[in-house]
């Protein structure tokens, strides 16, 4: 990648890892954000998934895009040794 020009912004390299990620399209809202994850850590608990640290959001959308148009994510790292 190149090195960005911006002070503000560092590339950190990590290992490879799985995720799980649950996207949703709409506004970035706390409680949206919430629901979502709920959605996820949920499914992740009735498919005995054991997951590893805190969710993370994610969103890929400038503030400017129509609310119906955004893309979102709620990802969270899950200990797939197991199941390979």
Known sequence: LPRPNNPDIRLV?????????????????????????????????????????????ARYNAPFTPWFLRRNEVIIEVDWADRE
């Not at 390299?13 to 970035?28: D, F, K, L």
């Not at 949206?32 to 959001?57: C, K, M, N």
């Open 13 to 57: 390299q990590r290992p490879a890892r799985v995720m799980a990620v649950h996207r949703y399209s709409g506004g970035w809202s706390e409680k949206r954000y919430q629901e979502h994850e709920t959605i996820l850590l949920e499914a992740l608990t009735t498919d005995r998934v054991e997951t590893l640290g805190a969710p993370v959001f």
